[in-house]
């Protein structure tokens, strides 16, 4: 059923759109950008070990795969979605502090269960309140969203500092002031209304329209971003407890850590110059092979005495396995995929995409218990799977992009 027309208040621009909006983005990834790179360290700081950390990691996951595409579909049908964006920021602030709870393995789970349902639609809700704005009124999503990356950084080094003076103790604390931040940030979010269509990961806009993108292209294709994504899994929940167990410092894990976030923005800066007239497999298949390099040359670093000048290095790739991932998957969406199913093809990539990561995240506290760095090389084969789908794809591939 179509969404009702927009009222005459909806067509009149709130006061400050842009900057409401990139005081949202800005808090919204500060919590992000403190819980990927330093909860681990906290779980292990608590006595959990790599088998309970994974499990701890990637049960969420899992979960919000399917909880996210419901909440933002009820944030569709509230009557504004600024609204919904409050109450879910409200209620991830009145869990976190499940983390002040004594640590154990149950209350620390179940805490991470129940607060990623609540937590990960934070993001699409945003996106969608942003977009709004771009159809209805002309803005620029890109001067509103590069706070979020800006902030994102922030948080990676200024988290490490942190921790370096104050000790991993600090994550739940600065995980609950920032999503404070973000409360506040939230009841100042412009009021849009409905939107005209559903958002991104509407679960509504996946049950009509997905059977249509039941085709080979579209699913060999999102099957292999999602695997080559996936690879990155032992990166994201052991890279910074391994960092720590051969003595790098806090304050150069988040260093660290922002450096691969710098090289992603580079490539999203430039990718337009070095690529545009690249085919949409070549760009992926150029990422999945940086991916391969990436895990191939990890375990090697330390050992051979390349030091952490060699981390930053092959931190750089992060622009080639993640940012030719993400523009690569939207590039293929925007060149096969009609507008009125873009919402349902996000959907399913998301899917893909969680699914996968939550299973490798899983089996990679076993692989760090028991290969410690050179679980990296693991993820190679995870790679190589992913690369074989986008070539399966390559060979279906349309003869020309889909107009309109």
């Not at 506290?365 to 290969?371: N, T």
Request: glycine share 8%; charged share 10%.
């Amino acid at each position: 059923m179509p969404l009702p027309p927009l009222s005459p208040e909806q067509l009149v621009k709130p006061s400050r759109f842009e900057l409401r909006m990139s005081l949202i983005f800005g808090t919204l990834f500060i919590s992000l950008g403190t819980h990927l790179p330093y909860f681990p360290l906290w779980l292990q700081a608590k006595g959990f070990h790599a088998e309970q950390i994974a499990v701890i990691l990637a049960a969420p996951m899992f979960l919000r795969v399917v909880t996210t595409p419901l909440l933002t579909t009820l944030a569709d049908r509230a009557r504004d979605r600024a609204d919904v964006y409050v109450v879910l920021v409200a209620a991830s602030l009145l869990l976190s502090a499940g983390y002040f709870l004594t640590p154990t393995y149950a209350t620390v789970l179940a805490v991470s269960l129940v607060l990623t349902i609540v937590w990960t639609p934070h993001s699409p809700i945003a996106d969608s309140l942003a977009l709004s704005g771009v159809r209805r009124f002309g803005a620029n999503y890109a001067s509103m969203r590069k706070w979020g990356s800006i902030c994102y950084l922030v948080a990676n080094v200024a988290g490490g500092f942190i921790l370096a003076a104050s000790g991993p103790g600090a994550v739940p604390v600065i995980i609950f002031l920032a999503l404070g931040a973000a409360l506040i940030a939230g009841l100042l979010a412009p009021r849009m209304g409905r939107p005209r269509k559903a958002s991104p990961l509407s679960a509504v806009e996946i049950q009509h329209a997905a059977p249509s993108l039941f085709n080979a292209y579209f699913l060999s294709f999102t099957l292999g971003v999602g695997i080559i994504t996936a690879s990155h899994a032992f990166l994201y929940g052991f890279v910074s407890i391994y960092w720590k167990s051969i003595g790098i410092s806090d304050s150069v894990v988040g260093l660290l850590w922002a450096w691969g976030v710098v090289s992603e923005v580079c490539m999203f800066l430039f990718f337009n110059r070095i690529f545009a007239s690249v085919s949409v497999v070549k760009v992926m298949v150029i990422a999945g092979v940086g991916s391969v390099v990436r895990w191939i040359i990890f375990p090697l670093i330390w050992p051979l005495g390349l030091g952490i000048a060699g981390f930053f290095a092959v931190q750089s790739l992060h622009s080639v396995s993640v940012a030719m991932v993400l523009i690569g998957l939207q590039k293929m969406i925007g060149e096969t995929v009609s507008e009125e199913r873009t919402g349902a093809a996000q959907g399913i990539a998301y899917f893909f995409n969680g699914f996968f990561m939550a299973a490798v995240t899983l089996v990679s506290g076993p692989l760090y218990d028991r290969l410690g760095v050179d679980g990296f090389l693991a993820m190679i084969p995870i790679a190589i799977v992913g690369l074989m789908l986008i070539g399966f794809a390559a060979r279906s591939a349309p003869q020309s992009p889909v107009r309109g």
